[in-house]
């Protein structure tokens, strides 16, 4: 049997089924009735017309034991939405086995709801427990539920994503002797660009200076000025409104861009403007090659911000 074969056994058989990882409470419960009306108001007026319909697991008609069920429904459903609030002990464990799988997943939380770390970097839609907010929540789904049926592959499983890059780590350690020399160059390249990073973000608030297109409000990040080509800032926003406080909003932006900037040798920075998040990305070089790379990986970060349902535009004045 080739790998890929192999590959393609292990790869779960989507059903038509959008799977509602919710607590399961008693009947008529005030859990329960919002898990139904989420379903009914939020989720299946979202998928009327592409065949699929959402389900929480205790709406069903099975007559045997309901956790093999869920399981098979939590790795098999086409779109798996997740919520998070009250932190229940089945729910996190659901979404674990959803993340060991893959599959697309969708994150939402009632508002108010402090997001354990394993989910922070991840969007989350909050939404208000009443009417007008079960319809905001079903406005904040409809891209994101759009991307992962049209999409799925967009979403990335955390757990994959970990798994993947432990399994660079064991390649590389496997290397011949003859390339060892190069992975060692690698890593110290690497180890090189994070203390660069921490010895830019420590200068930084010593050295900020102004920078066309800051708001005049605010003090501006850092940023090298003596090169019309050495930097990019853009503008941040949600699409949908979800609960996001603007200071979580920049919490997640710098994660995303961190990452992001420093696997490309440049750098970024996230500040927020009044209602704005201000999202700087430049490099320290000022050749055009060093142009050439922050473009990319600038254009490479918009994308991905774009990906977790935010609006990206140039900095304006």
């Known amino acids: 049997m080739t790998e890929q074969e192999s590959e393609q056994q292990q790869e779960p058989q989507r059903n038509d089924e959008c799977f509602f990882i919710t607590p399961i409470k008693e009947e008529d419960s005030a859990p329960r009735r919002i898990a139904e009306a989420i379903v009914e108001i939020c989720l ?7 065949g699929i319909r959402a389900r929480a697991a205790h709406q069903t008609d099975r007559p045997d034991q309901i956790t093999p069920h869920v399981m ?8 798996v939405v997740a919520d998070l609030t009250r932190h229940n002990p089945n729910v996190m464990y659901e979404l674990g086995v959803r993340h060991s799988f893959g599959g697309p997943f969708i994150l939402i939380a009632e508002s ?5 770390f394993d989910v922070n970097d991840s969007l989350v839609h909050f939404y208000r427990d009443d ?9 904040s789904l409809r891209p994101a539920m759009v991307r992962c049926i049209d999409q799925p592959e967009s979403v990335e499983s955390p757990v994959l994503q970990a798994i993947e890059t432990a399994s660079a ?39 900020r ?66 209602d704005y998040v201000k999202l700087v990305c430049f490099s320290l070089d000022t050749d055009h090659a060093a142009d050439h790379r922050l473009a990319m990986a600038a254009a490479q970060l918009v994308s991905e911000l774009e990906g977790v349902g935010l609006r990206v535009e140039p900095w304006k004045d």
């Open 44 to 50: 299946n007026p979202i998928l009327e017309g592409r």
């Open 169 to 207: 780590r064991e390649r590389l350690s496997r290397v011949s002797s003859e390339e060892k020399p190069l992975a060692l160059a690698l890593s110290r390249i690497e180890d090189g660009l994070a203390a660069l990073r921490s010895r830019v973000e420590e200068i930084a608030p010593a050295q």
């Open 131 to 139: 009417p007008k907010g079960l319809l905001e929540l079903r406005d």
């Open 112 to 116: 108010g709801t402090s997001l354990p």
């Open 209 to 274: 200076k102004s920078h066309p297109g800051t708001r005049t409000r605010d003090p501006d990040p850092i940023v090298p000025d003596d090169d019309p080509f050495s930097s990019r800032a853009y503008e941040v926003s949600r699409v949908f409104e979800t609960g996001e406080t603007v200071d979580e909003l920049v919490g997640r932006v710098e994660r995303i861009a961190h990452r992001a900037m420093l696997a490309a040798a440049t750098f970024s920075t996230v500040s927020r403007h009044g």
């Open 72 to 79: 098979r429904d939590v790795v098999n459903a086409r779109v």
